[in-house]
C-alpha cells in the first residue's frame, strides 16, 4: 500500500514556491534527498491582486535549494478559486505596474527617510542572506 501511495505521489499535480517567489505548477517526476526536483507540464503562475495568468514551462527543473514549499494540488478544489484567470499578455502587463508602484514607494521612502538624515543601506551592498 505504501508503494502506491509513493508512485500516486508522482501522478499528481503539485504547487512549487520558489525562493525568489516564483510559483510553479506541475507534475512531479522525480525528487532526490536534495529536494531537487523536475516537474513536468509545468507553468508558472503569476498572481496580481484578484487576478492570475499561467505562463506555459514545459519540464522544469529546480534546485533543491530554492524549494521554499512543495505542495500537492486537490484537483477537485482547484477550479474553485475567487482569482480570475486572464491572458499571459495581461497578467504581465499587471505585473509590470505593480512592480512599478512598489518601486516608486519605495523611492519615496527612501527620500523620506533622507529627508530625516537617515538612510537605508543600498540592496546590492547586503549579503544576498
Given amino acids: 500500500a505504501s508503494q502506491h501511495r509513493i508512485f ?39 498572481h496580481v491582486g484578484k487576478k492570475y495568468g499561467d505562463i506555459p514551462r514545459g519540464i522544469f527543473v529546480v534546485r533543491g535549494e530554492n524549494v521554499v514549499l512543495l505542495g500537492e494540488i486537490d484537483l477537485e478544489k482547484e477550479s474553485d478559486t475567487p482569482l480570475q484567470q486572464v ?7 499587471e505585473q509590470r ?14 527620500q523620506a527617510l533622507k529627508d530625516r538624515g537617515l538612510s537605508l543601506p ?3 551592498t547586503l549579503d544576498e542572506y
Avoid at 500516486?8 to 505548477?25: M, P
Avoid at 491572458?87 to 502587463?93: G, R, T, V, Y
Avoid at 512592480?99 to 523611492?107: D, F, G, I, S
Fill in 97 to 110: 505596474v505593480e512592480q512599478q508602484t512598489r518601486l516608486e514607494a519605495e523611492k519615496l521612502k527612501v
Fill in 8 to 46: 500516486s505521489f508522482f501522478n499528481e499535480k503539485h504547487l512549487v514556491l520558489l525562493r525568489d517567489g516564483r510559483t510553479l505548477i506541475g507534475f512531479l517526476r522525480s525528487i532526490d534527498q536534495f529536494a531537487n526536483l523536475v516537474l513536468h507540464q509545468t507553468v508558472e503562475r503569476i
Fill in 87 to 93: 491572458s499571459i499578455e495581461e497578467i504581465l502587463e
Fill in 122 to 124: 543600498r540592496a546590492d
